[in-house]
């Protein structure tokens, strides 16, 4: 009798992009890695390529980064307490996904446009507490600016159907407060702040009144989920992405823990809010008309 050939269930090339994801939010080089685990830097790429190590190695390493074995080898959900980690992990499953549904603040940072990362690394700088380390916070948060923009690049090039979820509530906040990473800025940078906000909102309407063929925006007039999140689809995977950390105006990329996850019942109650929530928001040139309409609003205000 003839024995069946074993298949492995794990993906081991995921398991090496969770295991980059997961450096790069700890701030570490692949040759720090290398040296406190006892092994060559070229080690610690052959994992990050997913070849397989021992599992002891694995263990080492998962305590060296601060999170678990389950979570590196992608069992259960995984685990991000740095938002670095989170947007990379995201730009590694967007990289072969064809289907989106999402809802971030203010919007998807795929649709924001290019300017806008410009706004971000100064709001990032301005809401940094007393005390941080200034010369870190300024390293992250231009890994983070550069991973956000390859995530960008990538839905350029791909264009992955994307439907994305905005709130109006939301957006009025946001034009009204402005890209601002703090309410005790100068005046003058306020004030200029608050006209980017307005223009990033203008944008929107814009690309709701054109409708690319690739990108769906839903306007909703209601409550919003309280976490945002991602559900992406691709030949071979849907996962869920939840995540507490905001790149709207006041944002927050310091504190929360984020949670990436294949669960089929996770996925699929994410999916059906976002349809019922689709189904009464409003669309394409009706959408853009409430959208210029809270702009004209809020101007005379």
Known sequence: ?????????????????????????????????????????????????????????????????????????????????SALALFERMRQIEQSTDRILAHFEPISVLLLSENYLNYL??????????????????????????ILRARQRNFEQRKPHI??????RDLERFVQTGLVGRMDVPAAVRRERIQAAHIEVARIAELMEHAPWFAQI??????????????????????????????????NVRNGIATVTASPEAVALHEQMTTQLWAHASKGSEGAQRLRAMLQRVRSD
């Open 1 to 81: 009798m003839t024995t069946p050939a074993f298949t492995s269930h794990l993906d081991y090339s995921a398991m090496g992009d969770r295991l980059r994801a997961y450096r790069m939010g700890a701030g570490l080089q692949a040759d720090e890695v290398a040296e406190q685990l006892g092994v060559s830097r070229a080690v610690v790429y052959r994992m990050e390529k997913g070849e397989i190590v021992k599992i002891e190695t694995l263990e080492r390493l998962a305590q060296l980064l601060g999170t678990s074995l389950a979570s590196l080898l992608g069992v259960e959900a995984e685990y991000y307490a």
């Open 121 to 146: 690394a100064l709001m990032l700088e301005e809401a940094l507490p007393q005390g941080a380390d200034a010369q870190v916070q300024a390293r992250q948060t231009l890994q983070m600016v550069e």
């Open 218 to 251: 839903g306007l909703v007039d209601d409550a919003m989920p309280s976490a945002t999140y991602q559900v992406l689809t691709g030949a071979h995977h849907r996962v869920l992405m939840q995540s507490p950390f905001r790149l709207g105006e006041l944002p």
């Open 163 to 168: 439907v994305s979820l905005i709130g109006l």
